[in-house]
Structures are given as C-alpha cells and as structure tokens.
C-alpha cells in the first residue's frame, strides 16, 4: 500500500464539493507525501509528462507542485528544464543533524509546557502503530507513523516558524531514510520514543529535548552510515 493510500489522500473527485482544496493544491500535497514517505528514490528525476500520467493532473499543477517543492528543497533544478530528488552527501547529513538536532529537540522542550491528557494519548496509540510496523517489517507505514508522531508533538509546540521549517527538514531526508529501512530493516531503527513519552508524562522539557536530540541523531548517523565517501544513495 502506498503512503497516498495511507494518509488517505484520495483522487480529486469527479464533483469538487466547496470544502475541496483547489486541485494546485490537490496536486503538491500528492507529490509531497511521495517524496516525504520515500516513493520517489535519491537521484529519481522527475518530469511534468510524467507526473501528469502519475497524478492523473493538469500540467499547470504540476509545474505549480514543483516550483513550490525546488523551493522547500524537496526537489532540485539541475538546468536543461531537469528535475530530480536530491541526493544526500556526508556534509548535507552533517548540516541534517545540526539543524534538527537544534529546532526539534527544542520544539519537544515547548511542546512539555502543552502538554494535555489527550496529546499523550494520541501520541501513545501512534506510538502502538508505530511499533506494529516495526514488527511486521512494514517499511510505508513505519514512516508514516514515525512523522505522525513527530508532527502532533510539534503542534504541540505552538511554535509555527521551527515546526514549518522542521517539516521542510524532513523532505529532504525522507527519500534517503526510505532507503535506509530498506536495507536495514525497520527492526534496526532507532526508537525513543519511548523515553519522550516518560518525559512529556513528567513534564519534564529538558529530558524530551535530550530524548528528541538522541533520536534525531541516532536516525541520521544510520543515514550517514549509508554513504560510502560521500557516494549516492541508490
């Protein structure tokens, strides 16, 4: 099952109701749930044609989908009208780790000041699939339930500018942590998960931005372990 399927992003419908987005809007949703769950590979490039047949779109869309997503990092312009998924170095993972070690351990500091019974909850159930999947080798929804649980935690932050650029973070990585569960196998991952559930229940801010740091760090280092001087992830 695709994560389109997963997060149940549904073809636009024959009859667009008034609480329909836009179909621009439709259509960059769809293209980056594919690059953030890993659909589209490292190097994968991308072109309008193809994504036209893809998303069943306008190429108005598509061209609008893609500018937005050269512009969150997501995709990369390499001249002659190319397009493609960027592929990670050894110096952009060490960037990845310094820039999401530092937003998101903070947004789990500020999130512990919010902390509500029903947060906890929600994050526990996510937390419950997110483990299922690990067990069952299920690598779509492995990522699926680890950026659910990070993103109802940031919510949680009431920090709009580090949540929104923490979600820009994770398109950049998201094609490459793919093929990290790939071949390591989604028991191998790093999970502290667990550790940040105890500190929210406790209030404790600075134990959930260590145990986010810790999680953050662990999960990349398994990315740069993937590159071999500086090689293409393939």
């Not at 997501?74 to 952009?92: C, E, I, K, T, Y």
């Not at 209030?203 to 959930?208: E, I, N, R, T, Y």
Request: aromatic share 4%.
């Amino acid at each position: 099952m695709s994560s389109l399927n997963l997060i149940k992003k549904s073809a636009p419908k024959p009859t667009k109701s008034a609480t329909d987005p836009p179909v621009h809007e439709q259509v960059y949703q769809k293209l980056r749930a594919q690059i953030l769950f890993g659909e589209m590979a490292p190097g994968q490039p991308v072109t309008i044609q193809g994504l036209t047949d893809s998303l069943g779109a306008g190429m108005t869309p598509v061209r609008e989908a893609i500018r937005r997503l050269i512009t969150d990092g997501a995709l990369m312009f390499q001249g002659n009208r190319r397009v493609s998924v960027p592929v990670l170095s050894a110096a952009d993972v060490e960037q990845l780790i310094f820039v999401r070690k530092s937003i998101e351990s903070e947004l789990a500091r500020r999130a512990t000041c919010h902390v509500t019974p029903a947060l906890i909850a929600e994050l526990e159930a996510i937390d419950a699939a997110l483990d299922m999947a690990i067990v069952a080798g299920d690598v779509p929804g492995y990522l699926l339930q680890n950026y659910r649980f990070h993103s109802a935690l940031y919510a949680q932050a009431r920090a709009p500018v580090m949540t929104d650029l923490s979600d820009r973070l994770w398109l950049r990585f998201g094609p490459s942590l793919r093929v990290v569960c790939g071949r390591f196998g989604t028991q191998n991952l790093p999970d502290r998960h667990k550790e940040l559930l105890a500190a929210l229940r406790a209030g404790d801010g600075d134990a959930a931005g260590a145990a986010m740091a810790q999680d953050v760090e662990q999960g990349m280092q398994m990315v740069d372990a993937m590159l071999e001087d500086s090689a293409p992830l393939s």
